[in-house]
């Protein structure tokens, strides 16, 4: 099983942009399908982008396509979350994910993630 840690969190003006990072560690990266997630408090943790193991499909929640893009460099065991035009109702804790065993599959929920990252804030102010 990986061992996940999410960085790159901060606060932004609206229209801004950030780009956060989730190192992995752990020998079957390659085989993870990984995606973010985010929550705010009292509500559900919901989807927000997938990659799948080969990093050859995508998935987005619909509020942030066109916005967000997804990657991974699995040399680097490394995955990203470029984040542009951010606006306010991106405000939230961001959670990188791991489906172990995901290969093609690119998307994911909160049932089938096996790993997580330790969360890193994002606040976008008007």
């Known amino acids: 099983q990986v061992q996940l840690v999410d960085s790159g969190g901060g606060l932004v003006q609206a229209g801004g942009s950030l780009r956060l990072s989730c190192a992995a560690s752990?020998?079957?990266?390659?085989?993870?399908?990984m995606g973010w997630f985010r929550q705010v408090p009292g509500k559900l943790r919901e989807f927000v982008a997938g990659?799948?193991?080969?990093?050859?499909?995508?998935s987005y929640a619909d509020p942030v396509k066109g916005r967000f893009t997804i990657s991974r460099d699995n040399a680097k065991k490394t995955m990203y979350l470029q984040m542009n035009s951010l606006k306010p109702e991106d405000t939230a804790g961001y959670y990188c994910?791991?489906?172990?065993?995901?290969?093609?599959?690119?998307?994911?929920?909160?049932?089938?993630?096996?790993?997580w990252g330790q969360g890193t804030q994002v606040t976008v102010t008007s």
């Open positions: 994910a791991g489906r172990r065993r995901g290969f093609e599959i690119a998307t994911m929920d909160v049932a089938s993630v096996a790993s």
């Open positions: 990659i799948s193991a080969s990093g050859g499909s995508t």
């Open positions: 752990g020998r079957t990266f390659t085989s993870y399908t």
